[in-house]
């Protein structure tokens, strides 16, 4: 079906889309299988390690959150802007996004731990635990109509709403069309990503003023959520970016019609968010820094002093520094084995940017533990495994997309 | 017929497709291209034409470092040595509150300087009056090749004829030269 639309005999063989002959994505299932058993074991071990575990459990979930709903906002925005170049790779971040019912259940532990993850769930205990002053606790007692496990728990269920909500509709249309290719389709999924964009921003902000500011109850910053975004709408082009490269020798998988002007413009879109990352993280930092309030300044201390200074100078040389100079070059944004490595680099500083937002919450000093890499490799492996278990079976290449034979012959300057 | 070695070939062309084709045939041949006339950038002409990788980027780049490199040693002078300032306690030489200014600047010098070369390289500066095909700059597409020797004209117009150029003629820019 996919030969029928989108042969070009008239042109004879020099336009691209001639040779395009794609069954549907049957690879992958050893991929599967290791991700799926590798996830489980990795949930299982870090559950069972007890508190510890549980802060490694909630880097590893926040990590990888990120990243699908980076995946989720790439694709929407790009329907809203009608963009063509990445037809190609549209099914990727429908597949990551697919993920996100996973995600849902993966909240579980999150959900049930409230009390044990987040210190304001019991503010009576902080005077003591956490050396709360009378004016700290007045702050947070006014925080307490948003801060409460009954409003936590009714916002979760609602961010989750949107998330799968959204993620599921594209979902349902895109592969809609595959069978039947309508415009419609198109139009209807430009109007949802141009339309759904504000409200996923705004569950993804709230989202992570639930799951992850909250850890430090008093802190407060209007740009946190671009921040934590930021950082998985970075990861989640290097992992196209990676997926696109394991699967170069898949049958049926999408890399056998990614040319090198789409390996450039994956290239060039990680070197654009890097520098966003940056420039959102110094945006962030600057304003709080030289206002110097109590409430907010006493956040980054806990993360620029003391041991931690080796941490936060760490994530800036490799998580902007040292990639933004390397990502300056076109050599290498056209090989896709030096731009996944890049990937590969950048999607680590990812992690240990979420390590370095969480862990200063429950310890002054680094505290590395195992069940942080058993998380990540435990969400990740289920969320993979997951992800893949949706596509297998279908096509890899949204092939119904009008706009498909404009992302095949791209090229650019 | 012209006997001078560095004899011209212009062909016209109605469609993009047509000159990216014909351009990719002629130096496949072994024909040295002089330049290609379009009224808008061509996507893959470059690669057709053999260009090297633009230089330009390297200008920018040091344009912009030495932007930022300047506007920094400037802001760290005028507030820690030229006249120190107490700002909220914080010290004079604050980085952070320079990373603005210097980043503006940084993009400012390294945009200016990047049209200043471009223009500089290509030869586009005020009253220069380049001759001009006028409908290269509505619906024509130009190649101009260079002859090495002129029996081989018919070569490079059979090679040319199968992308159906509308006309062909020699020593360009002979059709009524124009000035903008």
């Known amino acids: 079906m996919a030969t029928d639309t989108h042969a070009h005999d008239a042109h004879g063989h020099a336009d691209p889309a001639a040779g395009f002959d794609i069954e549907k994505f049957t690879g992958g299932s050893q991929a599967m299988m290791i991700a799926g058993i590798v996830g489980v074991i990795g949930i299982g071990a870090t559950l069972a390690a007890g508190e510890q575990g549980l802060e490694g459990y909630l880097t590893g979930y926040l990590y990888w959150l990120a990243i699908a709903l980076g995946a989720l906002v790439l694709m929407m925005a790009f329907h809203a802007a009608g963009g063509r170049w990445m037809t190609v790779l549209r099914r ?91 415009s419609a389709l198109t139009r209807r999924m430009r109007r949802l990503g141009a339309g759904g964009l504000p409200i996923l921003a705004l569950a993804l902000t709230f989202a992570c003023f639930d799951w992850l500011l909250s850890l430090d109850p008093l802190f407060s910053s209007t740009m946190f959520g671009i921040y934590y975004f930021a950082g998985g709408f970075l990861s989640a082009i290097c992992l196209t970016v990676i997926v696109s490269r394991l699967a170069q020798d898949v049958p049926n998988s999408h890399t056998a019609v990614v040319s090198p002007s789409h390996w450039h413009n994956l290239g060039k879109l990680m070197l654009a968010f890097t520098a966003f990352w940056a420039y959102i993280a110094f945006s962030q930092y600057m304003l709080i820094w030289i206002a110097n309030l109590p409430e907010e300044i006493t956040w980054y201390i806990s993360r620029t002093q003391g041991a931690w200074k080796g941490v936060w100078s760490v994530l800036i040389a490799t998580h902007f520094i040292i990639p933004f100079f390397t990502l300056l070059s076109r050599d290498l944004k056209r090989k896709p084995t030096l731009l996944s490595l890049m990937a590969v680099w950048l999607m680590s500083t990812c992690f240990l940017d979420t390590f370095w937002l969480i862990n200063p919450a429950y310890h002054a000093e680094p505290t590395f533990h195992w069940s942080h890499l058993t998380a990540l490799v435990g969400v990740g492996g289920v969320a993979i495994a997951f992800a893949l278990f949706r596509i297998r079976g279908r096509y890899a290449v949204p092939v119904g997309d009008p706009y498909l034979d404009d992302s095949l012959r791209y090229t650019q300057p | 017929m012209s006997t001078q070695p560095s004899t011209r070939l212009l062909a016209q062309f109605d469609s993009e497709d047509s000159v990216l084709a014909a351009t990719r045939a002629v130096r496949e041949r072994g024909f040295t291209i002089e330049d290609v006339y379009a009224p808008y950038a061509i996507h893959g002409i470059d690669d057709a034409m053999g260009l090297q990788p633009s230089r330009l980027t390297w200008v920018t780049f040091l344009a912009g470092l030495t932007g930022l490199v300047s ?88 090679l040319l004829a199968p992308h159906t150029p509308l006309e062909i003629s020699l020593d360009a820019p002979a059709p009524k030269a124009v000035t903008p």
């Open chain 2, 71 to 158: 506007m920094l040693s400037f802001e760290v002078w005028t507030s820690a040595v030229s006249w120190p300032l107490n700002v909220g306690g914080k010290p004079f030489a604050s980085v952070p509150a320079f990373i603005p200014v210097a980043f503006e600047f940084t993009v400012l010098s390294a945009g200016l300087c990047t049209v200043a070369a471009l223009l500089l390289r290509a030869k586009l500066w005020p009253g220069r009056a380049p001759p001009v095909l006028p409908r290269v700059t509505s619906d024509r597409f130009a190649l101009v090749t260079l002859l090495p020797a002129p029996d081989r004209e018919p070569e490079l117009r059979a």
């Open chain 1, 92 to 182: 990727v971040w429908e597949t990551m996004a697919g993920s996100l019912p996973v995600f849902a259940l993966l909240f579980l532990p999150i959900a049930l731990n409230a009390k044990k993850l987040f210190f304001w769930t019991h503010p009576e205990d902080l005077p003591t635990t956490h050396g709360f002053t009378k004016e700290q606790m007045a702050h947070l007692a006014a925080k307490s109509s948003y801060l409460n496990l009954g409003s936590f728990y009714t916002r979760a269920v609602l961010y989750f709403v949107v998330f799968i909500g959204l993620s599921q509709l594209f979902w349902m249309w895109s592969h809609k069309a595959d069978e039947s290719p309508s």
